[in-house]
């Protein structure tokens, strides 16, 4: 049976391609998505994917993976720097869990700098664009063996 790993994106990340495409590039959230599925069949792994831009939707996406996903790969965009819900949700989750960012967040405003998820994070991988979201279900591959 092919291991699960559930894919969360935050708030915002449904404008891919369309807002800041200088920083966020042209990829729609979709195409991210069908990549990251390919590469998860690839690997031998089962991918859940959501997007929400409420605080409360992911924090019970997080829950629901208990028990049920090995992993979570999470960009929680600009939760990541407020969300102490998302942080203590991921801490009560028993599996990996890798952070990705689209941008590098430590050349951005200082406010974005800090995030509380990534004291939870098993790996964080900032700045390489959509690609970041491949390298992290590599590693989680990697790590699940």
């Known amino acids: 049976m092919a291991k699960r790993v559930t894919l969360l994106?935050?708030?915002?990340?449904?404008?891919?391609?369309?807002?800041?495409?200088?920083?966020?590039?042209?990829?729609?959230?979709?195409?991210?998505?069908?990549?990251?599925?390919?590469?998860?069949?690839?690997?031998?792994?089962?991918?859940?994917?959501?997007?929400?831009?409420?605080?409360?939707?992911?924090?019970?996406?997080?829950?629901?993976a208990r028990g049920q996903s090995q992993a979570i790969l999470i960009n929680p965009a600009a939760y990541s720097h407020t969300s102490v819900a998302i942080l203590d949700a991921l801490n009560a989750f028993e599996g990996l869990v890798i952070e990705v960012h689209i941008s590098n967040i430590h050349k951005r405003e200082a406010f974005r700098h800090h995030s509380y998820v990534s004291s939870r994070a098993d790996g964080v991988i900032a700045g390489c664009g959509s690609e970041g979201y491949l390298l992290g279900l590599r590693r989680i591959a990697s790590l699940l063996g």
């Open 9 to 64: 994106n935050g708030p915002n990340l449904n404008l891919l391609g369309k807002r800041q495409p200088e920083i966020y590039g042209y990829e729609t959230l979709a195409d991210i998505e069908a990549r990251v599925a390919a590469l998860a069949a690839e690997l031998g792994l089962e991918v859940a994917a959501h997007q929400s831009n409420h605080e409360g939707v992911l924090v019970d996406l997080i829950q629901a």
